[in-house]
T-cell receptor, first 114, second 112 residues
Framework: EAQVTQNPRYLITVTGKKLTVTCSQN?????MSWYRQDPGLGLRQIYY???????DKGDVPEGYKVSRKEKRNFPLILESPSPNQTSLYFC?????????????FGSGTQLSVL | DAKTTQPNSMESNEEEPVHLPCNHS???????IHWYRQLPSQGPEYVIH???SNVNNRMASLAIAEDRKSSTLILHRATLRDAAVYYC?????????????FGPGTRLSVLP
């Protein structure tokens, strides 16, 4: 089944403890992206990647890192999480950045930083 | 990025048509109009998209104004499973990466 898989689904951690949220897609998509969703603010883009080894900042990149060493994986890294990074995170992928290509989303990761 | 505006919420009765409006007065010639929806406790899912002409698929129809400054997502017969937040977004083919900008969307309630 074609899908975007995020892990974990829920994560509770403490301030300053490094963590990684994994994202994997099995559709051979070039484009991948991370969003965070907060009440009243909609989905805001954190980072995106056009292809392997190509990443760029979205609207809210501060406090996050990403890497794209393989086409299928796009992990989100929080080196030193803080409480303001408590949020619902979504990974998404798209076949290629061409006309009208749609995004496929994962099921989300609910992160709580205490 | 060109912005969209949508009503915060709408209500519909089950099995009746629903028309969800979206205004995008600053749309450019290279912007596609996309609609996504987010069911409770799920990630957003694609609904439909178009450029200039009206579009139909198994989920919905998209009506685009002639001047492209507004569009309407049409659910022909709302069901309880259609209760979700619906997002209208513009996708600029000339600005690849930051081309999916989601606003607050419209929360659709479907009454039995």
């Amino acid at each position: 089944e074609a899908q975007v898989t995020q892990n974990p689904r829920y994560l509770i951690t403490v301030t300053g403890k490094k963590l990684t949220v994994t994202c994997s897609q099995n559709m051979n998509h070039e484009y991948m992206s991370w969003y965070r969703q907060d009440p009243g603010l909609g989905l805001r883009q954190i980072y995106y990647s056009m292809n392997v080894e190509v990443t760029d900042k979205g609207d809210v990149p501060e406090g996050y890192k990403v890497s794209r060493k393989e086409k299928r994986n796009f992990p989100l890294i929080l080196e030193s999480p803080s409480p303001n990074q408590t949020s619902l995170y979504f990974c998404a992928s798209s076949p290629h950045v061409g006309d009208g290509e749609k995004l496929f989303f994962g099921s989300g990761t609910q992160l709580s930083v205490l | 990025d060109a912005k969209t505006t949508q009503p915060n919420s709408m209500e519909s009765n089950e099995e009746e048509p629903v028309h969800l409006p979206c205004n995008h007065s600053t749309i450019s010639g290279t912007d596609y109009i996309h609609w996504y929806r987010q069911l409770p406790s799920q990630g957003p899912e694609y609904v439909i998209h178009g450029l200039t002409s009206n579009v139909n698929n198994r989920m919905a129809s998209l009506a685009i104004a002639e001047d492209r400054k507004s569009s309407t997502l049409i659910l022909h017969r709302a069901t309880l499973r259609d209760a979700a937040v619906y997002y209208c977004i513009l996708r600029d083919v000339d600005n690849y990466g930051q081309n999916f900008v989601f606003g607050p969307g419209t929360r659709l309630s479907v009454l039995p």
